[in-house]
T-cell receptor, first 115, second 111 residues
């Protein structure tokens, strides 16, 4: 399968613990996005990479959140000192980046539950 | 700020009939909109898009209409099938393909 893959699919953690999610985009896609979706809401933009450069971060991304894409391929999203409000589905998406109006290809998401 | 509104949280239709899903927007940068479909426990998948040079785009059973003066778009599915039951998100494209999503509409197609 050559789609966007995310790992883990599910994570249950206790409040205060750190968690890390990984995203492997479609191989030829140079743009990578992280979104967060909570119950009853649409996906909300968190951050965006063009190759290895993080070009935009949402104000939703507090200091406890950090994202990297060290070699312009896979990306990680780390949440430090998790809070119950961090419980959500974290979605990764990628695109070719050739146009401003291209479709995004989403992974299946990583569901985080903070107890 | 871009805003996309899907004011109806759910829609139920009979199999074979038309489903009409609505979406309103405020300030649009590129006048380019996409519809995504999402099944439970899966990521959203692209369905159909429309740009400002058109007022209609059709792909099989799916047609999207764009009314720029009213800042409104709609997705028509005809005929509706039980497999179409899912959450449908309207999204607006911004710079660098960043998407702003609505809250989604849950479509149920009754056999």
């Amino acid at each position: 399968d050559t789609g966007v893959s995310q790992d883990p699919r599910h994570k249950i953690t206790k409040r205060g613990q750190n968690v890390t999610f990984r995203c492997d985009p479609i191989s030829e896609h140079n743009r990578l996005y992280w979104y967060r979706q909570t119950l009853g809401q649409g996906p909300e933009f968190l951050t965006y990479f063009q190759n290895e450069a993080q070009l935009e971060k949402s104000r939703l991304l507090s200091d406890r959140f950090s994202a990297e894409r060290p070699k312009g391929s896979f990306s990680t999203l780390e949440i430090q000192r998790t809070e119950q409000g961090d419980s959500a589905m974290y979605l990764c998406a990628s695109s070719t980046g050739t146009l401003n109006t291209g479709e995004l290809f989403f992974g299946e998401g990583s569901r985080l539950t903070v107890l | 700020d871009q805003q996309v509104k899907q004011n109806s949280p759910s829609l139920s239709v009979q199999e074979g009939r038309i489903s009409i899903l609505n979406c309103d927007y405020t300030n649009s940068m590129f006048d380019y909109f996409l519809w995504y479909k999402k099944y439970p426990a899966e990521g959203p998948t692209f369905l159909i898009s429309i740009s400002s040079i058109k007022d209609k785009n059709e792909d099989g059973r799916f047609t999207v209409f764009l009314n720029k003066s009213a800042k409104h778009l709609s997705l028509h599915i005809v005929p509706s099938q039980p497999g179409d039951s899912a959450v449908y998100f309207c999204a607006e494209a911004g710079a660098n393909s960043k998407l702003t999503f609505g809250k989604g509409i849950t479509l149920s197609v009754r056999p």
